[in-house]
């Protein structure tokens, strides 16, 4: 249970389109948002949907298959790990972002 400290594993669909990055450094960088639902019924039986939206991060190998292989709405399942950070935008106000970084990229089978 210890390598569990941070770990994440989520199955939905990619919102739109990655954002595909080539750093000077010569490495890719993928930024994508992906859906994940849950179905339930409330307490009047009414059947209630919802929806979380992630921001997903991916270097690397796994950076170029989302490039060549993932487009917008495809059904995909991602481990990783959680990952906060923070930046101070053009107006001079603190965000706080918070992001899972992908290790692991798989096409979920239908």
Not at 56 to 83: H, R, T
């Given at each position: 249970?210890?390598?569990?400290?941070?770990h994440?594993q989520?199955?939905?669909?990619v919102g739109?389109?990655p954002e595909?990055?080539?750093?000077s450094?010569?490495?890719?960088l993928?930024?994508?948002?992906?859906?994940?639902?849950e179905?339930?019924?409330?307490?009047l039986?009414e059947?209630?949907t919802?929806?979380q939206?992630?921001?997903i991060?991916?270097?690397?190998?796994?950076?170029?298959?989302?490039e060549?292989?993932?487009?917008k709405?495809?059904?995909?399942e991602?481990?990783?790990?959680?990952?906060?950070?923070?930046?101070?935008d053009?107006?001079g106000?603190?965000?706080?972002?918070?992001?899972?970084?992908?290790r692991e990229?798989?096409?979920p089978?239908?």
């Amino acid at each position: 249970m210890n390598n569990l400290k941070n770990h994440v594993q989520l199955s939905g669909n990619v919102g739109k389109a990655p954002e595909i990055l080539n750093l000077s450094t010569g490495k890719k960088l993928a930024r994508f948002s992906l859906a994940t639902s849950e179905t339930y019924r409330n307490h009047l039986g009414e059947k209630i949907t919802d929806t979380q939206w992630h921001a997903i991060v991916a270097w690397g190998k796994i950076a170029e298959m989302i490039e060549k292989e993932v487009p917008k709405g495809k059904a995909v399942e991602i481990e990783g790990k959680l990952s906060s950070r923070s930046y101070t935008d053009k107006n001079g106000n603190r965000k706080y972002v918070t992001e899972v970084l992908c290790r692991e990229l798989l096409f979920p089978e239908k």
